[in-house]
Protein backbone atom coordinates (compact mmCIF):
# COMPACT_ATOMS: atom_id res chain seq x y z
CA UNK A 1 0.00 0.00 0.00
CA UNK A 2 1.39 3.16 -0.97
CA UNK A 3 1.66 6.28 1.95
CA UNK A 4 -0.60 8.72 0.82
CA UNK A 5 -3.09 7.62 -2.11
CA UNK A 6 -4.96 9.77 -4.11
CA UNK A 7 -8.12 8.78 -7.01
CA UNK A 8 -6.37 10.28 -9.85
CA UNK A 9 -9.39 11.61 -11.70
CA UNK A 10 -9.92 13.32 -13.56
CA UNK A 11 -13.28 14.33 -11.56
CA UNK A 12 -15.30 16.00 -14.51
CA UNK A 13 -18.54 18.40 -13.05
CA UNK A 14 -20.53 21.24 -14.07
CA UNK A 15 -20.44 24.85 -12.61
CA UNK A 16 -22.15 24.70 -9.39
CA UNK A 17 -21.95 21.44 -8.48
CA UNK A 18 -20.62 19.99 -5.10
CA UNK A 19 -17.57 17.84 -5.33
CA UNK A 20 -15.13 15.60 -2.84
CA UNK A 21 -11.63 14.24 -2.80
CA UNK A 22 -10.46 11.40 -0.53
CA UNK A 23 -6.91 11.00 0.26
CA UNK A 24 -5.68 8.50 2.10
CA UNK A 25 -2.78 7.59 4.08
CA UNK A 26 -1.10 4.41 5.65
CA UNK A 27 1.01 5.94 8.42
CA UNK A 28 -1.22 6.01 11.55
CA UNK A 29 1.10 8.37 13.50
CA UNK A 30 1.18 10.87 10.58
CA UNK A 31 0.64 14.64 12.43
CA UNK A 32 0.15 17.42 9.88
CA UNK A 33 -1.89 17.36 6.83
CA UNK A 34 -2.71 19.72 3.83
CA UNK A 35 -4.30 20.30 0.83
CA UNK A 36 -2.41 21.80 -2.38
CA UNK A 37 -3.66 23.18 -5.70
CA UNK A 38 -1.74 22.67 -8.53
CA UNK A 39 -2.70 24.45 -12.08
CA UNK A 40 -1.06 22.99 -15.33
CA UNK A 41 3.23 23.20 -15.41
CA UNK A 42 2.86 25.71 -12.23
CA UNK A 43 4.09 25.19 -8.58
CA UNK A 44 1.87 23.54 -5.87
CA UNK A 45 0.21 26.33 -3.84
CA UNK A 46 -1.13 25.72 -0.53
CA UNK A 47 -5.11 25.40 -0.38
CA UNK A 48 -5.54 24.70 3.33
CA UNK A 49 -4.31 23.30 6.33
CA UNK A 50 -6.33 20.00 7.68
CA UNK A 51 -7.29 20.29 11.51
CA UNK A 52 -8.82 17.48 13.01
CA UNK A 53 -11.92 19.11 13.89
CA UNK A 54 -12.26 20.09 10.43
CA UNK A 55 -11.78 23.23 8.77
CA UNK A 56 -13.74 25.37 6.35
CA UNK A 57 -12.69 28.13 4.18
CA UNK A 58 -15.25 29.84 1.93
CA UNK A 59 -16.61 26.81 -0.33
CA UNK A 60 -13.51 24.70 0.68
CA UNK A 61 -14.34 22.59 3.74
CA UNK A 62 -11.64 19.67 4.48
CA UNK A 63 -11.85 16.96 7.10
CA UNK A 64 -9.86 14.32 8.86
CA UNK A 65 -10.81 11.24 9.84
CA UNK A 66 -7.56 9.78 12.15
CA UNK A 67 -9.55 6.28 12.98
CA UNK A 68 -10.13 5.56 9.16
CA UNK A 69 -7.03 7.48 8.08
CA UNK A 70 -7.88 9.62 5.14
CA UNK A 71 -8.40 13.20 4.48
CA UNK A 72 -11.07 14.92 2.67
CA UNK A 73 -11.93 18.21 0.44
CA UNK A 74 -15.06 19.22 -0.17
CA UNK A 75 -15.60 21.93 -2.99
CA UNK A 76 -18.79 23.42 -3.19
CA UNK A 77 -20.34 25.73 -5.81
CA UNK A 78 -17.28 24.34 -8.28
CA UNK A 79 -16.21 27.55 -10.32
CA UNK A 80 -14.22 27.27 -13.56
CA UNK A 81 -11.21 28.61 -11.91
CA UNK A 82 -11.64 25.42 -10.10
CA UNK A 83 -10.07 23.21 -12.27
CA UNK A 84 -6.74 22.02 -11.33
CA UNK A 85 -4.74 18.94 -9.22
CA UNK A 86 -5.46 18.94 -6.04
CA UNK A 87 -2.66 17.17 -3.95
CA UNK A 88 -2.82 15.92 -0.52
CA UNK A 89 0.39 16.28 1.78
CA UNK A 90 0.77 14.02 5.00
CA UNK A 91 3.64 14.45 7.49
CA UNK A 92 4.56 11.85 10.05
CA UNK A 93 5.70 14.13 12.63
CA UNK A 94 7.82 12.35 15.35
CA UNK A 95 10.96 13.53 14.31
CA UNK A 96 10.59 12.68 10.72
CA UNK A 97 10.61 15.98 8.37
CA UNK A 98 9.33 14.41 5.04
CA UNK A 99 6.33 15.42 3.87
CA UNK A 100 4.83 12.32 1.24
CA UNK A 101 2.25 14.04 -1.35
CA UNK A 102 -0.17 12.24 -3.33
CA UNK A 103 0.25 12.08 -6.81
CA UNK A 104 -3.15 14.37 -6.77
CA UNK A 105 -6.57 14.13 -7.97
CA UNK A 106 -6.97 16.06 -11.43
CA UNK A 107 -10.61 18.24 -10.98
CA UNK A 108 -12.13 19.69 -14.42
CA UNK A 109 -15.23 22.19 -14.10
CA UNK A 110 -16.74 22.80 -17.52
CA UNK A 111 -19.75 25.36 -18.27
CA UNK B 1 7.41 40.33 -0.03
CA UNK B 2 8.77 38.11 -2.17
CA UNK B 3 8.56 34.48 -2.60
CA UNK B 4 10.69 31.86 -3.42
CA UNK B 5 12.21 32.09 -6.17
CA UNK B 6 14.17 29.56 -8.40
CA UNK B 7 16.79 29.66 -11.38
CA UNK B 8 16.84 28.78 -13.62
CA UNK B 9 13.20 28.27 -14.73
CA UNK B 10 14.53 26.01 -17.95
CA UNK B 11 17.35 23.55 -18.38
CA UNK B 12 18.81 21.24 -20.87
CA UNK B 13 21.80 18.78 -20.43
CA UNK B 14 23.07 15.79 -21.54
CA UNK B 15 23.67 12.39 -19.72
CA UNK B 16 26.47 12.42 -17.34
CA UNK B 17 26.75 16.30 -17.12
CA UNK B 18 26.13 18.11 -13.82
CA UNK B 19 23.46 20.61 -12.78
CA UNK B 20 23.12 23.43 -10.32
CA UNK B 21 19.75 24.59 -9.15
CA UNK B 22 19.49 27.64 -6.86
CA UNK B 23 16.24 28.80 -4.58
CA UNK B 24 15.75 32.04 -2.47
CA UNK B 25 13.39 31.12 0.17
CA UNK B 26 10.50 33.84 1.19
CA UNK B 27 11.51 36.16 3.54
CA UNK B 28 11.57 35.08 7.00
CA UNK B 29 11.56 31.87 6.12
CA UNK B 30 14.85 29.43 7.56
CA UNK B 31 13.92 25.89 6.31
CA UNK B 32 14.30 25.11 2.76
CA UNK B 33 13.20 21.50 0.98
CA UNK B 34 13.64 20.39 -2.53
CA UNK B 35 11.57 18.59 -4.45
CA UNK B 36 11.47 16.18 -7.48
CA UNK B 37 8.08 15.86 -9.66
CA UNK B 38 7.26 13.82 -12.89
CA UNK B 39 5.08 14.33 -14.98
CA UNK B 40 1.64 13.10 -13.69
CA UNK B 41 2.90 12.24 -10.42
CA UNK B 42 3.30 14.56 -6.94
CA UNK B 43 6.29 15.86 -5.55
CA UNK B 44 9.02 13.37 -4.27
CA UNK B 45 10.88 14.97 -1.62
CA UNK B 46 14.55 15.14 -1.90
CA UNK B 47 16.19 16.79 1.73
CA UNK B 48 15.14 19.38 3.74
CA UNK B 49 18.11 22.05 4.77
CA UNK B 50 17.71 23.60 8.47
CA UNK B 51 20.68 25.90 9.61
CA UNK B 52 23.03 25.03 6.66
CA UNK B 53 22.60 21.39 7.48
CA UNK B 54 20.46 18.78 5.93
CA UNK B 55 18.00 17.96 7.58
CA UNK B 56 16.70 14.99 6.72
CA UNK B 57 16.46 13.26 3.03
CA UNK B 58 14.58 11.16 0.87
CA UNK B 59 14.62 8.60 -1.02
CA UNK B 60 17.46 9.51 -3.67
CA UNK B 61 20.58 8.85 -4.19
CA UNK B 62 23.92 10.65 -3.11
CA UNK B 63 23.99 12.03 -6.68
CA UNK B 64 21.90 14.73 -5.75
CA UNK B 65 23.27 16.55 -2.91
CA UNK B 66 22.48 20.36 -1.61
CA UNK B 67 23.99 23.29 0.26
CA UNK B 68 22.07 25.46 2.13
CA UNK B 69 24.21 29.37 2.83
CA UNK B 70 24.12 31.49 5.70
CA UNK B 71 21.53 33.65 3.89
CA UNK B 72 19.07 30.62 3.82
CA UNK B 73 19.28 30.32 0.65
CA UNK B 74 19.99 26.77 -1.14
CA UNK B 75 21.29 25.29 -4.09
CA UNK B 76 20.50 21.61 -5.45
CA UNK B 77 23.17 19.72 -7.45
CA UNK B 78 22.76 16.47 -9.42
CA UNK B 79 25.45 15.12 -10.89
CA UNK B 80 26.27 11.89 -13.63
CA UNK B 81 23.13 13.11 -15.03
CA UNK B 82 20.33 10.10 -16.41
CA UNK B 83 17.43 10.81 -18.51
CA UNK B 84 15.69 9.75 -15.78
CA UNK B 85 16.41 12.78 -13.92
CA UNK B 86 14.34 14.87 -16.33
CA UNK B 87 11.34 16.28 -13.95
CA UNK B 88 10.15 19.67 -12.43
CA UNK B 89 12.22 20.70 -9.46
CA UNK B 90 11.05 22.24 -6.67
CA UNK B 91 12.05 24.22 -3.99
CA UNK B 92 9.57 24.93 -0.71
CA UNK B 93 10.91 26.92 2.20
CA UNK B 94 8.67 27.65 5.59
CA UNK B 95 9.21 29.73 8.60
CA UNK B 96 9.42 26.41 10.47
CA UNK B 97 9.25 22.46 10.77
CA UNK B 98 5.66 21.42 10.63
CA UNK B 99 3.86 24.83 8.93
CA UNK B 100 3.05 24.96 5.51
CA UNK B 101 5.67 25.30 2.69
CA UNK B 102 5.56 27.74 0.05
CA UNK B 103 6.71 26.63 -3.55
CA UNK B 104 9.07 28.33 -5.77
CA UNK B 105 7.85 28.39 -9.32
CA UNK B 106 10.63 25.46 -10.10
CA UNK B 107 13.13 24.27 -12.52
CA UNK B 108 12.41 22.03 -15.57
CA UNK B 109 15.32 19.80 -16.64
CA UNK B 110 15.12 18.15 -19.42
CA UNK B 111 18.07 15.58 -20.14
CA UNK B 112 18.68 14.65 -23.57
Known amino acids: RKEVEQDPGPFNVPEGATVAFNCTYS??????FFWYRQDCRKEPKLLMS???SGNEDGRFTAQLNRASQYISLLIRDSKLSDSATYLC????????????FGRGTSLIVHP | DAGVTQSPTHLIKTRGQQVTLRCSPK?????VSWYQQALGQGPQFIFQ???????QRGNFPDRFSGHQFPNYSSELNVNALLLGDSALYLC???????????FGDGTRLSIL
Open chain 2, 92 to 102: ASSLADGQPQH
Open chain 1, 27 to 32: NSASQS
Open chain 1, 50 to 52: VYS
Open chain 1, 89 to 100: VVRPGGGSYIPT
Open chain 2, 27 to 31: SGHDT
Open chain 2, 49 to 55: YYEEEER
